[in-house]
């Protein structure tokens, strides 16, 4: 597909509305999910795809998708803007998810897991995510209890658990952890 696909923000979501160019955006990376189908299957699905806004953002700085809200086109630095104000972390969270994508993962809400990404290197369905990211702004003082909370939960899910903290001058750093029983 060359031209623009339109998505449009409702709430705290972009949804594009058209299932045909829905899937070809999901086929491009897992992006999104089809409206109601908690764990798609395939990428063959006839709904419209609801996308977070980290991905809704990426997408549109990338040319791929021109995000509508009540039939106003938002530029790149608009759109931001509104993430924003909806929730905290932002920019650290897209700064994270933009160098993980561009590294060619595949990353997805870390939710149910207690953190805010599952990255996988191939695709959910097509392998089980390596990693649980948790971003923590540079200043964050983390507690020896969360290291720990955090460890054994990844650990128990067989995933190592990841720490990104994005520095003043917009590198990211990752800390892995890796939890051995002696």
């Avoid at 990376?29 to 609801?50: H, M, Q």
């Avoid at 009540?70 to 998810?97: A, P």
Wanted: aromatic share 14%; charged share 25%.
């Amino acid at each position: 597909m060359e031209a623009l696909i339109p998505a449009y923000l409702v709430n705290k979501q972009v949804i594009i509305w058209n299932s045909d160019q829905g899937r070809y955006i999901y086929q491009q990376g897992y992006f999104g999910k089809p409206v109601g189908i908690r764990k798609p299957k395939s990428a063959f699905f006839d709904r419209p795809l609801e996308l977070t806004l980290l991905e809704a953002a990426f997408l549109q700085e990338t040319g791929m998708i021109i995000i509508y809200e009540q039939n106003h086109i938002l530029d790149v630095q608009t759109f931001q803007e509104k993430c924003k104000k909806r929730f905290t972390k932002f920019e650290d969270l897209f700064s994270v998810y933009k160098d993980l994508r561009n590294k060619r993962y595949i990353v997805r809400p870390g939710l149910k897991f207690g953190t805010d990404f599952a990255v996988y290197r191939r695709g959910p369905g097509i392998d089980h995510s390596p990693f649980l990211v948790s971003i923590f702004p540079r200043e964050t003082r983390i507690e020896p209890i969360d290291l720990v909370r955090a460890g054994r939960l990844a650990t128990s899910v067989r995933k190592r658990y990841v720490i990104a903290t994005v520095l003043s001058d917009q590198q990211i750093r990752y800390y892995v952890f890796q939890w051995n029983r002696p």
